[in-house]
T-cell receptor
Framework: AQKVTQAQTEISVVEKEDVTLDCVYE???????LFWYKQPPSGELVFLIR??????QNEISGRYSWNFQKSTSSFNFTITASQVVDSAVYFC??????????????FGTGTRLKVLA | KAGVTQTPRYLIKTRGQQVTLSCSPI?????VSWYQQTPGQGLQFLFE???????NKGNFPGRFSGRQFSNSRSEMNVSTLELGDSALYLC?????????????FGSGTRLTVV
């Protein structure tokens, strides 16, 4: 069964600290896609990254980096030198093909990150 | 480029009433999906429309319905509202299938059923 687990419900850090948000997924497919979204207090989810199952290269974008490890079914997200503006709820999501040209998309329960000044 | 626009932003309805929510996707995006977000259930997929056709549907009762117009704008309707329908309803658009490419979300409509 398709499943996404974000075990950390809430994390609080002090500004400038590094923080890692964990995401563990379950899928039977060999082809799937992983995503991270950020939901600030305004409500809209902001797309951060998409990664397909064949690309295990880590990615860095400014202060954000992602570590994809198929061996442990994890797709973790690290924020370096956190800032107050990083405070939000972060969602990990998994997408896999349903066989009829459609995709099933499932979100994790989210991790609320609080960055304290 | 304008983002995904959802109206209204907030809505209060009485149990048993019906409600229609509106979503205008990003210009050029033909796929619109709807999600329900609640503290207890998290983000749950309602349905996806592409070129006016419902392409995918989540596990929600028939009281939840939607449609997409030729200009890609979408509406979602909930009939016979129940208290449990209180939630943030998020619309997301994508150039292709959002579950494959990733979505651009609107700010949502917060529905409160009393």
């Amino acid at each position: 069964a398709q499943k996404v687990t974000q075990a950390q419900t809430e994390i609080s850090v002090v500004e400038k600290e590094d923080v890692t948000l964990d995401c563990v997924y379950e899928t039977r497919d060999t082809t799937y896609y992983l995503f991270w979204y950020k939901q600030p207090p305004s409500g809209e989810l902001v797309f951060l990254i998409r990664r397909n199952s064949f690309d295990e290269q880590n990615e860095i974008s400014g202060r954000y980096s992602w570590n994809f490890q198929k061996s442990t079914s994890s797709f973790n997200f690290t924020i370096t030198a956190s800032q107050v503006v990083d405070s939000a709820v972060y969602f990990c999501a998994l997408s896999e093909a349903q066989g009829s040209g459609t995709y099933k998309y499932i979100f994790g329960t989210g991790t609320r990150l609080k960055v304290l000044a | 480029k304008a983002g995904v626009t959802q109206t209204p932003r907030y809505l209060i309805k009485t149990r048993g009433q019906q409600v229609t929510l509106s979503c205008s996707p990003i210009s050029g995006h033909r796929s619109v999906s709807w999600y329900q977000q609640t503290p207890g259930q998290g983000l749950q997929f309602l349905f996806e429309y592409f070129s006016e056709t419902q392409r995918n549907k989540g596990n929600f009762p028939g009281r939840f319905s939607g449609r997409q117009f030729s200009n890609s704008r979408s509406e979602m309707n909930v009939s016979t509202l129940e208290l449990g329908d209180s939630a943030l309803y998020l619309c997301a658009s994508s150039s292709g299938q959002g579950a494959y490419y990733g979505y651009t979300f609107g700010s949502g409509t917060r529905l409160t059923v009393v």
